[in-house]
């Protein structure tokens, strides 16, 4: 738990250091703080699974991160009809890097399930491979979808910090197994902390 209060707290304080009461509306900041809490999740789920692990429970809090994720795309697409115009062809790179981030998770989910991943991966060892580099990926991916849209980061500094994290959760494998086990959260657990941090992060930029 305190691992994951880490990582939401860190995350979503970058967004506050460079203008903390910047804000576009009830409406966006709560769906972009869902993307943030996606995000945080993500790397939650990266941090989690570089030591001997519960593998359901994973998989469990990976769809979890996935419905946030899902959730996050859908509040815009079905709450304001102009947010279509970022998913048409023409759009901005930093949203279709975004998209790529998506169906990278949603891949990494749907493959993680049994009769899947032995169709597509003969051997544990071979699917723990793929798994990882379709992770770094995904995190590659949402924080290029992060950092360039340049919402709430209207500093170079918050861009540097993202790019920091995305990196230290991507390839400090050897010290995050230096510090010990993390215990996996429960997927309730996420939701709620997702709801707390996403609802402070649109109260505090709408007061």
């Not at 859908?74 to 981030?101: C, N, Q, R, S």
């Not at 980061?153 to 920091?164: D, E, G, N, P, V």
């Not at 215990?183 to 109260?203: D, E, N």
Request: hydrophobic letters at 60%.
């Amino acid at each position: 738990m305190k691992l994951l209060l880490a990582i939401f707290g860190t995350v979503f304080l970058i967004t506050f250091l460079a203008a903390p009461t910047m804000g576009a509306g009830w409406f966006w900041d709560g769906g972009n703080g869902l993307g943030f809490a996606a995000f945080s999740g993500l790397l939650y789920l990266a941090i989690t699974s570089y030591r001997r692990i519960d593998v359901q429970a994973h998989r469990i809090l990976g769809f979890a991160v996935l419905f946030i994720a899902v959730a996050h795309a859908l509040w815009f697409l079905l709450g304001d009809a102009v947010a279509v115009e970022y998913i048409k062809i023409g759009a901005p790179d930093y949203m279709w890097l975004g998209i790529a981030g998506l169906v990278c998770l949603s891949i990494l989910v749907i493959i993680s399930l049994q009769p899947d991943r032995q169709t597509l991966h003969k051997t544990y060892p071979v699917f723990i491979y793929w798994h990882r580099v379709l992770a770094v990926l995904t995190i590659a991916f949402c924080t290029y979808h992060i950092v360039v849209s340049n919402f709430y980061l209207t500093s170079w500094y918050q861009a540097a910090f993202f790019i920091i994290v995305a990196i230290a959760v991507s390839f400090g494998r050897t010290w995050w197994i230096r510090l010990g086990g993390f215990p996996t959260v429960s997927p309730t657990m996420l939701l709620m902390v997702t709801i707390i941090f996403a609802g402070l992060f649109s109260t505090i930029r709408n007061f």
